[in-house]
Antibody, heavy 122, light 110 residues
Framework: QVQLQESGPGLVRPSQTLSLTCTVSGDSISGGHNWNWIRQHPGKGLEWLGNIYYTGSAYYTPSLKSRLTMTVDTSENHFSLRLSSVTAADTAVYYC???????????????WGQGILVTVSS | QAVLTQPPSVSGPPGQRVTISCSGSSSNLGTNTVNWYQQLPGTAPKLLIYSNSQRPSGVPGRFSGSKSGTSASLTISGLQSEDEADYHCAAWDESLHGPVFGGGTKLTVL
């Protein structure tokens, strides 16, 4: 069974950098899937942040592209997210998820981490 | 502001059928298939329907999905108390080069 687990600090100071890691078990991160970060503001819907392939090729949502960096470590079978210059608006539950696809028109997230609440506050 | 439009809430008594709508545009639902995620209280989303109408292994048959043009719907037949959750629609968006989501619909079983 594929499992994903987010880890990182639950509290980040404003203007600092938020760093999270997603550790994958039950699947190889080099197995051909895209690996994604998604967040959910309190009481709100889901927001896709970006994804990364095992080669290191990453795509970011345009609104956060200037502050986002995603990396992958195939030896540790994990991938990471860094979001710089955070504000209170970045307070959210952050999820990592595996992306699967059956065609270019059908892509979905079949396995999710449990999520980690990150609060931005001084 | 979510890209896909869903009603904020729906409700129904046990045993009834409810439908949740999801409306998009030509760059997402008009081109790509829709997926639905169920989010039980305090938990991560779970894939419920993919490719408009396909159910992953383990999802009960009373959950069904459909899509027509730029609109999609999720139908739950024979409501059960354990179906009380938030439901999110999603689709790949050609303009974003990534997925977009609806704002989520809270289902209450009366």
């Amino acid at each position: 069974q594929v499992q994903l687990q987010e880890s990182g600090p639950g509290l980040v100071r404003p203007s600092q950098t938020l760093s999270l890691t997603c550790t994958v078990s039950g699947d190889s991160i080099s197995g051909g899937h895209n690996w994604n970060w998604i967040r959910q503001h309190p009481g709100k819907g889901l927001e896709w942040l970006g994804n990364i392939y095992y080669t290191g090729s990453a795509y970011y949502t345009p609104s956060l592209k200037s502050r986002l960096t995603m990396t992958v470590d195939t030896s540790e079978n994990h991938f990471s997210l860094r979001l710089s210059s955070v504000t209170a608006a970045d307070t959210a539950v952050y999820y990592c998820a595996r992306e699967d696809d059956v065609s270019p028109y059908t892509r979905y997230f079949d396995f999710w981490g449990q999520g980690i609440l990150v609060t931005v506050s001084s | 502001q979510a890209v896909l439009t869903q009603p904020p809430s729906v409700s129904g008594p046990p045993g009834q059928r409810v439908t949740i709508s999801c409306s998009g545009s030509s760059s997402n639902l008009g081109t790509n298939t829709v997926n639905w995620y169920q989010q039980l209280p305090g938990t991560a989303p779970k894939l419920l329907i993919y490719s408009n109408s396909q159910r992953p292994s383990g999802v009960p048959g009373r959950f069904s999905g459909s899509k027509s043009g730029t609109s999609a719907s999720l139908t739950i037949s024979g409501l059960q108390s354990e179906d009380e959750a938030d439901y999110h629609c999603a689709a790949w968006d050609e303009s974003l080069h990534g997925p977009v989501f609806g704002g989520g619909t809270k289902l209450t079983v009366l």
